[in-house]
């Protein structure tokens, strides 16, 4: 929760210059005491606190909140975001956690942490947070430390299957692809691109199970403009799966045609949300690893390579000189510092003991912000567009350098030539980035807003509602950037003059564009592409519809 301070309340310090905590807190007692009488009316107020904070009565209040919050009920040790939550939902569970500690003991509400559901992200781990905050003055979350990152990539990088005992040699043929995630966007097109190769025999794409694949994939080719009627060829085969699971959940002749016809497989599937804690992301990294020992059990000398998306976030932190060569990353804090790249870390660290161990060709393909499809949409669920509509609310927009970013359909064009790559690491993004003001200058334009310092408007989102508000879930219902505060935050602190836009490193693409001819020619983005994703916003109501409209939420200021 924020407070601003008061100029009539000035901070008092003692003779060592150190702030007189207990001082200050006593002169804010009210402006305190009234913030967190807010939260309960962001908070379910019908679900009683225990009357006594055992293991036995936590859990089945926190049972209590995660099912009125999610609508259904949850096993003890499933995680919330993997069933149906988000940063909203999680607001509202700890604001109904919040008000029912104070009830108990008001210094033991002042130390639950403010991420709290994205670190203890299962309803057994909540119980055990909160009673650590309830039984311990001096509670505090064992600190999540890059040296943490070895043990996820020694764990998935246990025991991988021996090859099988007769191995036979593939006889020429065209290539069978399985690829993962083809109804998300980037999946979208990667597949389009492959159903339309002739040296492609048959792609299984694979997909979440219980989600009506095959109607949604047909709905998101007929909505980025791309040939539905592909998706009719005898060579497409939708594949609902469940990739951590054991043999994937599907029928085992439907796995068995697949381990003895694949030639590729390309990995694409991964959950986006970059509020998440690494443990969060475990389903991921066992799906990739599920992978890779699919690829080893095939019945061919020369295995199914596997090809991976890894993201250009695992340079967030990277100390290696600009530009950053496509070579491994050794050094755990490169990625720390969202669970999102510290778990596409250890896949590519899992896929390199995979090599090293077993033969297996592996690529991973480590790429950078696609930006809309073919006809000018981009997702509206994305940290970007998210940061546009800000616009209406904080009235301005963020200015930094460089944007290395390319449109989504020629980007997947790049990855399906990159499942012949005979490097083990290559970039996929564009090779002639084009500044980020020539792109936010158009869209500033467009909403009729001015471009400031970023650490400005970071400041604007940031105090544009108090946490633990009335209107805290509200506003971030209206202005989805408030749901990413903690992820522009740490853009923030990343930012130097040597790096691009949102603190990403210079990185190098020789190697990649040696094994893609698309990238080498890739076209740049420009202002006209930029006015065609604020022309599909205003169109799907995501922004208003004028350049002047400004919409304001109730109670923020």
Known sequence: MILIASPSKPFQFNAKATLRRGVILKEYDEEIEAIYKAVESSAQSDIAPPAAWDETSTLDFVRAIVKGTLSRSLSDNADIFRNGGDSLQATWIRNTVLRAIRETDQDAAKRLPMNLVFQSPTIAGLSRTILGVLNSAHHREAAHAPEDLWKYVERYSANFPPRPSCLVERAPCKDVVLITGTTGGFGCDTLEHLLRDSNVARVYAFNRKGTQALNRQRAQFIARGLDVSLLDSPRFVMVEAALHEPDFGIDHVLREEIRTTVTHIMHNAWK?????????????????????????????ATPPPVIFISSVGVFRKCTIPAPIPEIPLDDPASPFSTGYSEAKWVVERVLQHATQRTGLHTVVVR????????????????????????????????????????????????????????????????????????????????????????????????????????????????????????????????MAPEREAMGLAFISTGKAVQVSESLARMPQLDGERAQMWVAAWRKSGFLSSGPTGVVSMPGVV
């Open 272 to 300: 986006v949300d970059f509020n998440m804690a690494i443990p969060s992301f475990e389903p991921d990294i066992q799906g990739a690893r599920n992978l890779v020992d699919l690829a080893l059990g095939s019945p061919f």
């Open 367 to 494: 790429l950078g912000q696609v930006a809309g499809d073919r006809i000018g949409h981009w997702n509206e669920r994305e940290w970007f567009p998210s940061l546009v509509k800000s616009a209406l609310f904080q009235k301005c927009l963020p200015k930094h350098d460089g944007a290395p970013w390319f449109p989504a359909y020629e980007a997947a064009k790049a990855f399906t030539e990159m499942r012949h790559s005979p490097e083990p690491i290559v970039h996929l993004v564009h090779p002639r980035p084009v500044s980020w003001r020539s792109l936010l200058e158009p869209i500033a334009k467009e909403v009729n807003v001015p471009l400031v310092p970023y650490t400005q408007w970071v400041s604007a989102l940031e105090s544009s509602v108090e946490q633990g508000s009335a209107q805290e879930v509200e506003a971030m219902r209206l202005n989805p950037a408030l749901r990413l505060l903690s992820f522009f935050k740490a853009q923030s602190t990343a």
